[in-house]
Protein backbone atom coordinates (compact mmCIF):
# COMPACT_ATOMS: atom_id res chain seq x y z
CA UNK A 1 0.00 0.00 0.00
CA UNK A 2 1.61 3.89 -1.02
CA UNK A 3 2.00 5.68 1.81
CA UNK A 4 2.61 9.43 2.06
CA UNK A 5 2.68 12.27 5.17
CA UNK A 6 -0.66 13.86 3.55
CA UNK A 7 -3.28 13.14 1.38
CA UNK A 8 -5.44 15.50 -0.16
CA UNK A 9 -9.10 14.73 -1.84
CA UNK A 10 -9.70 16.96 -4.35
CA UNK A 11 -7.65 19.57 -6.56
CA UNK A 12 -9.90 22.51 -6.50
CA UNK A 13 -8.26 25.34 -6.20
CA UNK A 14 -8.02 24.29 -2.12
CA UNK A 15 -6.45 21.00 -2.39
CA UNK A 16 -3.94 22.37 -4.87
CA UNK A 17 -3.01 25.41 -3.09
CA UNK A 18 -2.59 22.92 0.66
CA UNK A 19 -0.56 20.63 -1.67
CA UNK A 20 1.86 23.63 -3.27
CA UNK A 21 2.19 24.62 1.34
CA UNK A 22 2.95 21.14 2.75
CA UNK A 23 5.26 20.13 -0.32
CA UNK A 24 7.55 23.20 -0.25
CA UNK A 25 7.23 22.44 3.90
CA UNK A 26 9.13 19.33 2.98
CA UNK A 27 5.69 16.55 3.50
CA UNK A 28 5.07 13.66 0.93
CA UNK A 29 1.88 14.56 -0.51
CA UNK A 30 -0.45 13.15 -2.95
CA UNK A 31 -3.58 14.50 -4.26
CA UNK A 32 -6.20 12.43 -5.50
CA UNK A 33 -8.74 14.03 -8.50
CA UNK A 34 -11.66 12.23 -9.38
CA UNK A 35 -11.85 13.59 -12.61
CA UNK A 36 -9.53 13.89 -15.95
CA UNK A 37 -8.54 17.54 -15.63
CA UNK A 38 -7.31 19.16 -12.36
CA UNK A 39 -8.52 22.43 -10.81
CA UNK A 40 -12.18 21.99 -10.04
CA UNK A 41 -13.67 25.13 -10.61
CA UNK A 42 -10.36 26.09 -11.94
CA UNK A 43 -11.61 23.74 -15.07
CA UNK A 44 -11.88 25.15 -18.78
CA UNK A 45 -13.08 23.52 -21.88
CA UNK A 46 -12.29 24.38 -25.35
CA UNK A 47 -15.40 24.51 -28.23
CA UNK A 48 -14.74 26.25 -31.51
CA UNK A 49 -11.06 27.33 -30.58
CA UNK A 50 -12.70 29.44 -27.61
CA UNK A 51 -11.31 29.12 -23.93
CA UNK A 52 -14.39 28.83 -21.73
CA UNK A 53 -13.62 29.32 -17.85
CA UNK A 54 -16.27 27.09 -15.68
CA UNK A 55 -15.72 28.45 -11.89
CA UNK A 56 -13.22 31.68 -12.23
CA UNK A 57 -14.29 35.18 -14.05
CA UNK A 58 -12.29 37.73 -12.05
CA UNK A 59 -10.24 38.41 -9.52
CA UNK A 60 -9.71 41.01 -6.82
CA UNK A 61 -6.93 42.36 -4.75
CA UNK A 62 -3.77 41.66 -7.22
CA UNK A 63 -2.37 45.32 -7.28
CA UNK A 64 1.44 44.91 -5.90
CA UNK A 65 0.74 45.53 -1.98
CA UNK A 66 -2.32 44.21 -1.75
CA UNK A 67 -3.08 41.04 0.02
CA UNK A 68 -4.22 38.21 -3.00
CA UNK A 69 -0.61 39.99 -4.77
CA UNK A 70 1.34 39.08 -1.86
CA UNK A 71 -0.38 35.16 -1.54
CA UNK A 72 1.11 34.72 -4.57
CA UNK A 73 3.79 35.62 -4.72
CA UNK A 74 4.32 32.95 -2.00
CA UNK A 75 2.59 30.34 -4.26
CA UNK A 76 5.02 31.79 -7.17
CA UNK A 77 2.38 32.88 -9.69
CA UNK A 78 3.47 36.43 -10.06
CA UNK A 79 4.86 37.25 -12.82
CA UNK A 80 3.82 33.79 -14.26
CA UNK A 81 0.04 34.41 -14.41
CA UNK A 82 -1.82 35.82 -17.47
CA UNK A 83 -4.00 38.74 -15.93
CA UNK A 84 -5.61 41.86 -17.66
CA UNK A 85 -7.06 44.30 -15.14
CA UNK A 86 -10.27 45.20 -16.06
CA UNK A 87 -11.86 49.28 -16.48
CA UNK A 88 -10.42 51.34 -13.65
CA UNK A 89 -13.40 53.13 -13.67
CA UNK A 90 -16.05 50.46 -14.57
CA UNK A 91 -14.97 47.10 -13.72
CA UNK A 92 -18.67 46.23 -12.57
CA UNK A 93 -21.71 48.21 -14.47
CA UNK A 94 -25.09 47.01 -12.90
CA UNK A 95 -28.19 48.08 -15.25
CA UNK A 96 -31.62 48.13 -14.06
CA UNK A 97 -34.08 47.72 -17.05
CA UNK A 98 -36.82 48.94 -15.08
CA UNK A 99 -35.42 52.38 -14.99
CA UNK A 100 -32.60 51.28 -18.00
CA UNK A 101 -29.99 52.82 -16.48
CA UNK A 102 -26.38 52.01 -16.12
CA UNK A 103 -24.31 52.64 -12.67
CA UNK A 104 -20.77 51.53 -12.61
CA UNK A 105 -18.34 50.38 -9.50
CA UNK A 106 -14.54 51.85 -10.02
CA UNK A 107 -11.72 50.61 -8.75
CA UNK A 108 -10.13 52.30 -5.42
CA UNK A 109 -12.57 53.45 -2.84
CA UNK A 110 -11.94 57.34 -3.65
CA UNK A 111 -12.86 56.49 -7.52
CA UNK A 112 -15.62 54.16 -6.17
CA UNK A 113 -17.04 57.02 -3.94
CA UNK A 114 -17.07 59.32 -6.98
CA UNK A 115 -18.16 57.60 -9.63
CA UNK A 116 -21.77 56.70 -7.84
CA UNK A 117 -22.14 59.98 -6.23
CA UNK A 118 -22.59 61.35 -9.74
CA UNK A 119 -25.64 58.87 -9.89
CA UNK A 120 -26.36 59.72 -6.67
CA UNK A 121 -25.44 62.88 -5.34
CA UNK A 122 -27.29 63.64 -2.54
CA UNK A 123 -25.71 59.97 -1.46
CA UNK A 124 -22.05 60.58 -0.71
CA UNK A 125 -22.03 60.03 3.04
CA UNK A 126 -23.39 56.54 2.43
CA UNK A 127 -21.07 55.90 0.27
CA UNK A 128 -18.30 56.92 2.14
CA UNK A 129 -20.42 55.13 5.30
CA UNK A 130 -20.16 52.13 3.07
CA UNK A 131 -16.89 52.03 1.95
CA UNK A 132 -15.31 52.77 5.80
CA UNK A 133 -16.95 49.65 6.58
CA UNK A 134 -15.49 47.38 4.04
CA UNK A 135 -12.39 48.67 5.02
CA UNK A 136 -13.03 47.94 8.62
CA UNK A 137 -13.91 44.13 8.12
CA UNK A 138 -11.69 43.50 5.54
CA UNK A 139 -8.40 45.01 8.23
CA UNK A 140 -9.83 42.75 11.02
CA UNK A 141 -9.77 39.45 9.36
CA UNK A 142 -5.92 38.88 10.79
CA UNK A 143 -5.30 36.83 7.44
CA UNK A 144 -6.40 39.74 5.06
CA UNK A 145 -3.25 41.85 6.87
CA UNK A 146 -1.13 39.25 7.28
CA UNK A 147 -1.41 39.97 11.02
CA UNK A 148 -0.06 36.45 13.40
CA UNK A 149 -2.52 35.27 15.83
CA UNK A 150 -3.13 31.61 17.19
CA UNK A 151 -5.84 30.37 16.31
CA UNK A 152 -7.53 28.85 12.73
CA UNK A 153 -10.82 29.41 13.87
CA UNK A 154 -12.03 32.69 12.78
CA UNK A 155 -14.64 34.71 14.89
CA UNK A 156 -15.81 37.89 14.31
CA UNK A 157 -19.31 39.59 14.92
CA UNK A 158 -19.55 40.51 10.89
CA UNK A 159 -20.48 36.88 10.65
CA UNK A 160 -23.57 37.65 12.80
CA UNK A 161 -24.64 41.46 11.12
CA UNK A 162 -26.74 41.38 7.93
CA UNK A 163 -25.56 42.36 4.91
CA UNK A 164 -28.92 43.39 3.75
CA UNK A 165 -29.64 44.68 6.53
CA UNK A 166 -26.74 47.03 7.21
CA UNK A 167 -27.00 48.32 3.43
CA UNK A 168 -30.44 48.86 4.43
CA UNK A 169 -29.25 51.18 7.59
CA UNK A 170 -26.58 53.53 5.73
CA UNK A 171 -29.24 54.30 2.75
CA UNK A 172 -33.06 55.25 2.37
CA UNK A 173 -32.75 55.13 -1.20
CA UNK A 174 -33.61 51.99 -2.37
CA UNK A 175 -32.11 52.02 -6.12
CA UNK A 176 -28.41 52.69 -4.03
CA UNK A 177 -29.60 49.46 -2.04
CA UNK A 178 -29.67 47.33 -5.32
CA UNK A 179 -26.62 48.94 -6.64
CA UNK A 180 -24.08 48.42 -4.05
CA UNK A 181 -25.82 44.74 -3.74
CA UNK A 182 -25.42 44.44 -7.31
CA UNK A 183 -23.14 42.08 -7.94
CA UNK A 184 -24.40 39.44 -5.22
CA UNK A 185 -24.33 36.71 -7.24
CA UNK A 186 -20.87 36.62 -6.32
CA UNK A 187 -22.04 34.76 -3.18
CA UNK A 188 -25.64 34.23 -4.06
CA UNK A 189 -26.84 36.69 -1.40
CA UNK A 190 -29.85 35.60 0.30
CA UNK A 191 -30.78 38.72 2.48
CA UNK A 192 -32.44 37.00 5.45
CA UNK A 193 -29.26 35.17 5.57
CA UNK A 194 -25.92 36.40 3.93
CA UNK A 195 -23.70 37.59 6.48
CA UNK A 196 -21.92 41.81 5.86
CA UNK A 197 -18.93 39.43 6.30
CA UNK A 198 -19.01 37.86 2.82
CA UNK A 199 -20.64 40.61 1.28
CA UNK A 200 -17.69 43.12 2.66
CA UNK A 201 -14.85 40.87 1.98
CA UNK A 202 -16.10 39.77 -1.37
CA UNK A 203 -17.06 43.55 -2.80
CA UNK A 204 -13.42 45.31 -0.55
CA UNK A 205 -11.40 42.58 -2.91
CA UNK A 206 -12.86 43.72 -6.18
CA UNK A 207 -13.32 47.38 -5.36
CA UNK A 208 -8.83 47.43 -4.13
CA UNK A 209 -8.62 45.91 -8.12
CA UNK A 210 -9.82 43.16 -10.07
CA UNK A 211 -8.45 41.24 -13.29
CA UNK A 212 -9.09 38.50 -15.56
CA UNK A 213 -7.00 35.50 -16.47
CA UNK A 214 -6.45 35.59 -19.94
CA UNK A 215 -6.70 32.38 -22.09
CA UNK A 216 -8.75 30.51 -19.13
CA UNK A 217 -8.58 29.52 -15.39
CA UNK A 218 -6.54 26.47 -16.09
CA UNK A 219 -3.43 28.05 -16.09
CA UNK A 220 -3.55 28.66 -12.05
CA UNK A 221 -4.38 24.67 -11.73
CA UNK A 222 -1.06 24.05 -14.75
CA UNK A 223 1.23 27.22 -12.36
CA UNK A 224 0.05 25.26 -8.93
CA UNK A 225 0.51 21.51 -10.45
CA UNK A 226 4.12 22.07 -12.10
CA UNK A 227 4.96 23.74 -8.53
CA UNK A 228 3.74 20.67 -6.43
CA UNK A 229 5.33 18.25 -8.83
CA UNK A 230 8.55 20.09 -8.72
CA UNK A 231 8.36 19.96 -4.68
CA UNK A 232 7.98 15.86 -5.40
CA UNK A 233 4.44 16.27 -4.77
CA UNK A 234 1.85 13.70 -6.67
CA UNK A 235 -1.06 14.68 -8.55
CA UNK A 236 -3.22 11.61 -9.44
CA UNK A 237 -6.50 12.33 -11.85
CA UNK A 238 -9.21 9.54 -12.22
CA UNK A 239 -8.94 9.03 -8.54
CA UNK A 240 -12.41 9.14 -6.96
CA UNK A 241 -11.95 8.47 -2.85
CA UNK A 242 -14.71 6.48 -2.45
CA UNK A 243 -14.11 5.05 1.79
CA UNK A 244 -12.18 7.26 4.34
CA UNK A 245 -11.49 4.29 6.68
CA UNK A 246 -10.80 4.58 10.47
CA UNK A 247 -8.58 2.44 12.62
CA UNK A 248 -7.85 3.58 16.33
CA UNK A 249 -9.85 6.98 16.23
CA UNK A 250 -8.02 8.52 12.86
CA UNK A 251 -8.10 7.92 9.41
CA UNK A 252 -5.86 5.22 8.52
CA UNK A 253 -6.42 5.00 5.09
CA UNK A 254 -8.47 5.68 2.06
CA UNK A 255 -9.50 3.77 -0.84
CA UNK A 256 -10.18 4.17 -4.25
CA UNK A 257 -12.98 3.61 -6.99
CA UNK A 258 -10.49 1.26 -7.85
CA UNK A 259 -10.40 -0.69 -3.83
CA UNK A 260 -6.34 0.76 -4.16
CA UNK A 261 -5.85 1.72 -0.81
CA UNK A 262 -3.48 4.48 0.27
CA UNK A 263 -2.42 5.82 3.80
CA UNK A 264 -1.38 8.65 5.13
CA UNK A 265 -0.79 10.51 8.57
CA UNK A 266 -2.52 13.37 7.91
CA UNK A 267 -5.90 13.50 5.31
CA UNK A 268 -6.84 16.80 3.99
CA UNK A 269 -10.74 17.33 2.54
CA UNK A 270 -11.06 19.77 -0.57
CA UNK A 271 -14.73 18.60 -1.12
CA UNK A 272 -17.73 19.50 0.60
CA UNK A 273 -17.87 18.33 4.38
CA UNK A 274 -20.99 16.96 3.64
CA UNK A 275 -19.49 14.70 0.57
CA UNK A 276 -16.98 13.87 2.93
CA UNK A 277 -18.89 12.40 6.41
CA UNK A 278 -20.52 10.73 3.27
CA UNK A 279 -17.32 8.65 2.86
CA UNK A 280 -16.08 8.91 6.09
CA UNK A 281 -16.09 5.46 7.83
CA UNK A 282 -16.25 5.55 11.76
CA UNK A 283 -17.71 5.55 15.07
CA UNK A 284 -16.14 8.61 16.64
CA UNK A 285 -18.28 11.44 15.31
CA UNK A 286 -21.38 11.74 16.92
CA UNK A 287 -24.77 11.58 15.27
CA UNK A 288 -25.59 15.29 15.82
CA UNK A 289 -22.30 16.27 14.29
CA UNK A 290 -23.36 14.14 11.48
CA UNK A 291 -27.16 15.63 11.24
CA UNK A 292 -25.79 19.35 11.65
CA UNK A 293 -23.36 19.00 8.75
CA UNK A 294 -25.90 17.26 6.53
CA UNK A 295 -29.06 20.03 7.48
CA UNK A 296 -26.74 22.93 6.43
CA UNK A 297 -28.03 24.73 3.45
CA UNK A 298 -26.17 25.19 0.37
CA UNK A 299 -25.77 28.38 -1.94
CA UNK A 300 -27.85 28.75 -4.75
CA UNK A 301 -26.75 26.83 -8.24
CA UNK A 302 -26.54 28.02 -12.02
CA UNK A 303 -27.43 27.94 -15.49
CA UNK A 304 -24.76 29.24 -18.04
CA UNK A 305 -24.76 29.78 -21.64
CA UNK A 306 -21.17 29.51 -23.18
CA UNK A 307 -21.33 31.70 -26.50
CA UNK A 308 -18.75 31.48 -29.31
CA UNK A 309 -18.85 34.08 -31.58
CA UNK A 310 -18.04 34.90 -35.14
CA UNK A 311 -14.64 36.28 -36.08
CA UNK A 312 -14.30 40.19 -35.09
CA UNK A 313 -17.61 41.46 -35.01
CA UNK A 314 -18.06 41.61 -30.92
CA UNK A 315 -16.29 44.30 -29.14
CA UNK A 316 -14.47 42.73 -26.44
CA UNK A 317 -15.92 44.23 -23.03
CA UNK A 318 -13.12 45.13 -20.53
CA UNK A 319 -15.91 45.05 -17.30
CA UNK A 320 -18.32 42.47 -16.33
CA UNK A 321 -22.34 43.59 -17.12
CA UNK A 322 -24.70 42.14 -13.94
CA UNK A 323 -28.46 42.98 -15.51
CA UNK A 324 -31.99 42.95 -13.12
CA UNK A 325 -35.15 43.05 -14.99
CA UNK A 326 -36.60 45.13 -11.45
CA UNK A 327 -35.35 47.08 -8.71
CA UNK A 328 -33.96 44.08 -7.36
CA UNK A 329 -30.66 42.28 -7.00
CA UNK A 330 -31.66 39.83 -4.01
CA UNK A 331 -33.25 37.14 -6.55
CA UNK A 332 -31.18 34.00 -5.57
CA UNK A 333 -34.06 32.33 -4.16
CA UNK A 334 -37.15 34.19 -4.85
CA UNK A 335 -36.63 34.20 -8.65
CA UNK A 336 -40.37 33.19 -10.31
CA UNK A 337 -39.95 30.62 -13.06
CA UNK A 338 -42.04 32.25 -14.96
CA UNK A 339 -40.09 35.60 -15.24
CA UNK A 340 -36.70 33.80 -15.38
CA UNK A 341 -34.20 35.01 -15.69
CA UNK A 342 -34.84 37.77 -13.54
CA UNK A 343 -30.67 38.69 -13.60
CA UNK A 344 -27.34 37.94 -15.38
CA UNK A 345 -23.80 38.70 -14.85
CA UNK A 346 -22.50 38.78 -18.88
CA UNK A 347 -19.24 38.81 -19.52
CA UNK A 348 -16.34 38.65 -22.67
CA UNK A 349 -13.18 36.46 -21.34
CA UNK A 350 -9.97 37.83 -21.98
CA UNK A 351 -7.83 36.21 -24.65
CA UNK A 352 -4.44 36.59 -26.50
CA UNK A 353 -6.21 36.48 -29.70
CA UNK A 354 -7.29 39.99 -29.62
CA UNK A 355 -7.61 43.09 -27.60
CA UNK A 356 -10.95 44.72 -29.86
CA UNK A 357 -12.43 41.63 -30.57
CA UNK A 358 -14.08 39.16 -28.26
CA UNK A 359 -13.98 35.55 -29.53
CA UNK A 360 -16.45 34.43 -26.82
CA UNK A 361 -19.03 35.77 -24.02
CA UNK A 362 -20.02 33.49 -20.69
CA UNK A 363 -23.38 34.58 -19.05
CA UNK A 364 -24.47 32.94 -16.12
CA UNK A 365 -28.02 32.83 -14.34
CA UNK A 366 -29.45 31.26 -11.38
CA UNK A 367 -31.47 27.97 -11.50
CA UNK A 368 -32.63 25.73 -9.07
CA UNK A 369 -31.91 22.39 -8.89
CA UNK A 370 -35.32 21.21 -8.54
CA UNK A 371 -35.95 22.31 -12.34
CA UNK A 372 -33.45 19.35 -12.99
CA UNK A 373 -34.91 16.81 -10.57
CA UNK A 374 -36.36 14.64 -13.29
CA UNK A 375 -32.50 14.68 -14.62
CA UNK A 376 -30.97 13.88 -10.89
CA UNK A 377 -30.04 9.75 -11.94
CA UNK A 378 -28.43 11.04 -15.35
CA UNK A 379 -24.38 11.21 -15.87
CA UNK A 380 -22.82 14.09 -17.98
CA UNK A 381 -23.16 13.35 -21.85
CA UNK A 382 -25.99 10.53 -20.93
CA UNK A 383 -29.18 12.57 -20.05
CA UNK A 384 -31.58 12.40 -22.82
CA UNK A 385 -33.29 14.47 -25.73
CA UNK A 386 -35.50 15.97 -23.19
CA UNK A 387 -33.14 17.30 -21.15
CA UNK A 388 -31.25 18.79 -24.87
CA UNK A 389 -34.55 20.20 -25.43
CA UNK A 390 -34.86 22.10 -21.58
CA UNK A 391 -31.72 23.44 -22.43
CA UNK A 392 -32.27 24.88 -25.42
CA UNK A 393 -35.78 26.29 -24.20
CA UNK A 394 -33.50 28.12 -21.37
CA UNK A 395 -30.73 29.16 -23.68
CA UNK A 396 -33.39 30.91 -25.80
CA UNK A 397 -34.91 32.96 -22.80
CA UNK A 398 -31.41 34.04 -21.84
CA UNK A 399 -30.63 35.12 -25.10
CA UNK A 400 -34.33 37.20 -25.12
CA UNK A 401 -32.67 39.14 -22.11
CA UNK A 402 -29.62 39.60 -23.15
CA UNK A 403 -30.96 41.28 -26.42
CA UNK A 404 -32.26 43.74 -23.78
CA UNK A 405 -28.77 44.95 -23.55
CA UNK A 406 -26.98 43.82 -26.54
CA UNK A 407 -29.86 44.17 -29.48
CA UNK A 408 -27.84 42.09 -31.86
CA UNK A 409 -26.53 39.69 -30.30
CA UNK A 410 -28.15 36.17 -31.84
CA UNK A 411 -26.35 37.84 -35.14
CA UNK A 412 -23.18 37.49 -33.53
CA UNK A 413 -23.24 34.06 -32.30
CA UNK A 414 -21.30 31.18 -34.12
CA UNK A 415 -22.35 28.44 -31.86
CA UNK A 416 -23.55 28.18 -27.77
CA UNK A 417 -23.11 25.21 -25.35
CA UNK A 418 -24.82 25.45 -22.07
CA UNK A 419 -24.64 24.42 -18.06
CA UNK A 420 -27.10 23.52 -15.65
CA UNK A 421 -26.32 22.30 -11.88
CA UNK A 422 -26.30 18.94 -12.80
CA UNK A 423 -23.26 19.94 -14.70
CA UNK A 424 -21.40 21.56 -11.70
CA UNK A 425 -22.76 18.68 -9.77
CA UNK A 426 -21.39 16.14 -11.94
CA UNK A 427 -17.97 18.36 -12.68
CA UNK A 428 -17.02 19.36 -9.56
CA UNK A 429 -19.09 17.44 -7.44
CA UNK A 430 -20.75 20.39 -5.64
CA UNK A 431 -23.61 19.25 -3.37
CA UNK A 432 -26.67 19.87 -6.14
CA UNK A 433 -24.49 21.71 -8.26
CA UNK A 434 -24.82 24.63 -6.20
CA UNK A 435 -22.38 27.35 -6.74
CA UNK A 436 -20.19 28.29 -3.45
CA UNK A 437 -20.90 25.15 -1.41
CA UNK A 438 -22.16 26.37 2.04
CA UNK A 439 -24.96 29.03 2.52
CA UNK A 440 -23.98 31.36 5.54
CA UNK A 441 -26.12 32.28 7.59
CA UNK A 442 -25.90 35.58 9.98
CA UNK A 443 -28.50 34.23 11.99
CA UNK A 444 -27.10 31.33 12.43
CA UNK A 445 -23.10 32.01 12.18
CA UNK A 446 -21.24 29.39 14.30
CA UNK A 447 -23.78 26.94 12.28
CA UNK A 448 -22.67 27.49 8.77
CA UNK A 449 -19.05 28.72 9.32
CA UNK A 450 -16.77 25.15 9.22
CA UNK A 451 -13.72 24.88 10.79
CA UNK A 452 -11.04 23.49 9.11
CA UNK A 453 -10.11 21.18 12.41
CA UNK A 454 -12.61 18.06 12.35
CA UNK A 455 -13.36 15.75 15.65
CA UNK A 456 -11.03 13.34 13.93
CA UNK A 457 -7.38 14.52 14.69
CA UNK A 458 -5.71 13.86 11.54
CA UNK A 459 -8.70 14.90 8.83
CA UNK A 460 -8.92 18.58 8.09
CA UNK A 461 -11.35 20.80 5.91
CA UNK A 462 -9.97 22.83 3.18
CA UNK A 463 -11.90 24.37 -0.17
CA UNK A 464 -14.62 26.79 -0.15
CA UNK A 465 -16.44 25.50 2.95
CA UNK A 466 -14.24 26.50 5.53
CA UNK A 467 -14.12 30.66 5.97
CA UNK A 468 -14.81 31.70 2.54
CA UNK A 469 -15.64 31.06 -0.80
CA UNK A 470 -13.82 32.55 -4.11
CA UNK A 471 -9.90 32.91 -5.18
CA UNK A 472 -9.18 34.61 -1.74
CA UNK A 473 -11.73 33.09 0.53
CA UNK A 474 -10.03 29.42 -0.94
CA UNK A 475 -6.62 30.61 -0.25
CA UNK A 476 -7.05 32.30 3.36
CA UNK A 477 -8.80 28.56 4.09
CA UNK A 478 -6.39 27.26 2.42
CA UNK A 479 -3.46 29.17 4.93
CA UNK A 480 -6.16 27.55 8.08
CA UNK A 481 -6.13 24.04 6.73
CA UNK A 482 -2.09 23.85 6.50
CA UNK A 483 -1.39 25.71 9.62
CA UNK A 484 -3.05 22.44 11.48
CA UNK A 485 -0.02 20.88 10.56
CA UNK A 486 2.64 23.48 10.13
CA UNK A 487 1.44 25.76 12.41
CA UNK A 488 -0.28 29.66 11.65
CA UNK A 489 2.29 32.10 12.46
CA UNK A 490 5.31 29.94 10.67
CA UNK A 491 3.34 30.00 7.13
CA UNK A 492 2.62 34.25 7.65
CA UNK A 493 5.56 34.70 8.23
CA UNK A 494 7.07 32.53 5.08
CA UNK A 495 4.37 34.68 3.19
CA UNK A 496 4.98 38.10 4.11
CA UNK A 497 8.78 37.15 3.73
CA UNK A 498 7.67 36.17 -0.04
C1 LIG B 1 -19.96 29.53 -11.90
C2 LIG B 1 -18.95 29.99 -10.88
C3 LIG B 1 -18.33 31.21 -11.04
C4 LIG B 1 -17.39 31.64 -10.11
N1 LIG B 1 -16.73 32.82 -10.31
C5 LIG B 1 -15.75 33.21 -9.47
C6 LIG B 1 -14.99 34.38 -9.73
O1 LIG B 1 -15.21 35.05 -10.73
N2 LIG B 1 -14.03 34.73 -8.84
C7 LIG B 1 -13.77 33.99 -7.72
O2 LIG B 1 -12.87 34.37 -6.94
N3 LIG B 1 -14.47 32.85 -7.45
C8 LIG B 1 -15.44 32.44 -8.30
N4 LIG B 1 -16.13 31.28 -8.05
C9 LIG B 1 -15.85 30.54 -6.81
C10 LIG B 1 -14.59 29.69 -6.88
O3 LIG B 1 -14.43 29.14 -8.16
C11 LIG B 1 -14.65 28.55 -5.86
O4 LIG B 1 -15.02 29.04 -4.60
C12 LIG B 1 -13.35 27.78 -5.70
O5 LIG B 1 -12.69 27.58 -6.92
C13 LIG B 1 -13.63 26.45 -5.03
O6 LIG B 1 -12.46 25.73 -4.82
P1 LIG B 1 -12.46 24.43 -3.89
O7 LIG B 1 -11.05 24.07 -3.67
O8 LIG B 1 -13.29 24.67 -2.68
O9 LIG B 1 -13.20 23.27 -4.63
P2 LIG B 1 -13.69 22.81 -6.05
O10 LIG B 1 -13.22 23.71 -7.12
O11 LIG B 1 -15.15 22.54 -5.93
O12 LIG B 1 -12.92 21.43 -6.23
C14 LIG B 1 -13.24 20.25 -5.58
C15 LIG B 1 -12.54 19.13 -6.34
O13 LIG B 1 -12.75 17.89 -5.66
C16 LIG B 1 -12.97 16.87 -6.63
N5 LIG B 1 -13.67 15.77 -5.96
C17 LIG B 1 -14.96 15.76 -5.51
N6 LIG B 1 -15.22 14.58 -4.92
C18 LIG B 1 -14.09 13.83 -5.01
C19 LIG B 1 -13.74 12.51 -4.57
N7 LIG B 1 -14.60 11.72 -3.91
N8 LIG B 1 -12.47 12.06 -4.83
C20 LIG B 1 -11.56 12.84 -5.48
N9 LIG B 1 -11.86 14.10 -5.92
C21 LIG B 1 -13.10 14.58 -5.67
C22 LIG B 1 -13.78 17.59 -7.70
O14 LIG B 1 -13.76 16.89 -8.92
C23 LIG B 1 -13.07 18.94 -7.76
O15 LIG B 1 -11.99 18.90 -8.67
C24 LIG B 1 -17.07 30.83 -8.97
C25 LIG B 1 -17.71 29.59 -8.81
C26 LIG B 1 -18.63 29.17 -9.76
C27 LIG B 1 -19.27 27.81 -9.58
Redesign the pocket.
Known amino acids: MNKYDVVI?????????CGYILSKEGYNVCI????KQ??????TFKRDNCIF????????SLDEGQILYQYFKYFDLIGKLKLKKLDKDAFDVIYFDDNKVEYAYSMGYDNFIETLSKSFPNERQALIKYCDKLKEISNSLALYNLKEITSTFIETTYFKENAFEFIKSITSDIRLQNVLAGSNV?YAGVPEKTPLFIHAIVNASFIESSYRLVDGSQQLAKLLTDSIVKNNGIIRTN????RLVCNNNEISFCELESTERIEAKYFIS???PE?TLD?LENDILRKVYRNRVKSLENTMA?F?IYISLKENTFKYLNRNHYFFSKNNVWTSVTYSIEEWPESYLLLTPATTKSEIYADSIIV?TYMKYEELKQWEHTTVENRGEEYIEFKRKKAEKLLDKIEIQFPDIRKHIKSYYTSTPLT?RD????KNGS???ILRDSDEPMKSFVSPRTKIPNLIF????VIL??????TI?AVLSCAEIVGLNHLIRKIKQA
Not at 427 to 430: A, D, K, N, R, V
Not at 469 to 474: A, K, S
Request: proline share 0%; with cysteine; net charge negative.
Open positions: VGSGLGGLLLEKNIGGCLQDTGIHYIGLSKVTDIHLISAMYYTGTLYGTGQNHGVLGVG
